[in-house]
């Protein structure tokens, strides 16, 4: 019947978000150009109105400064149109990292989950209690050292002063 749709008609692909990303920069761009020359033919346009006073033409005159003032506002409307252009650009850059970093995290997580279930906590615990008091005995061992050579020396250094006397 003619309510159905039919099995060739198919829609086109959605387009590639770096492609839709690169076309709103260079839109952004064209606009920022196009805002640049609005400006120019704003000058132009006051140049004329001025050209007209010094002739003594007051109509002509209101009349540049009229399109002198569209020109102003269409350059202003173009520069808007820039900047929100680029800034959609940069929250979609922004939407695509997001997104990028959620699929790297959903890659992890089963690997990061599997590694947590061989860990055994209390292995663990024991291991790095029995590092802790080897770490210990260590210093304990190491201060004992220091102790009895610093003794040792000063005693050697007393009964070495008493031979020089």
Excluded: C, W
Excluded at 71 to 95: D, P, R, T, V, Y
């Amino acid at each position: 019947m003619g309510n159905e749709p039919s099995a060739k008609q198919t829609r086109p692909p959605p387009p590639d978000i770096y492609d839709m990303m690169f076309q709103m920069k260079m839109t952004s761009k064209q606009f920022e150009r196009e805002s640049k020359k609005a400006e120019a033919d704003k000058k132009k346009e006051m140049a004329k109105a001025r050209e007209a006073l010094k002739k003594g033409n007051e109509e002509g005159a209101r009349l540049f400064l009229a399109n002198a003032g569209r020109k102003q506002q269409e350059a202003s409307n173009l520069l808007k149109m820039s900047h929100k252009m680029e800034a959609i650009a940069s929250q979609i850059k922004g939407s695509q990292n997001q997104v990028a970093l959620m699929e790297s995290l959903n890659k992890l997580t089963p690997f990061l989950n599997q590694q947590a279930n061989t860990i055994s906590i209390e292995k663990v615990y024991t291991n790095m209690n029995d590092f802790q008091k080897a770490m210990d005995d260590l210093t304990i061992s190491a201060q004992l050292i220091d102790a009895t050579m610093n003794k040792n020396l000063a005693d050697e250094n007393t009964s070495t002063a008493v031979f020089y006397f």
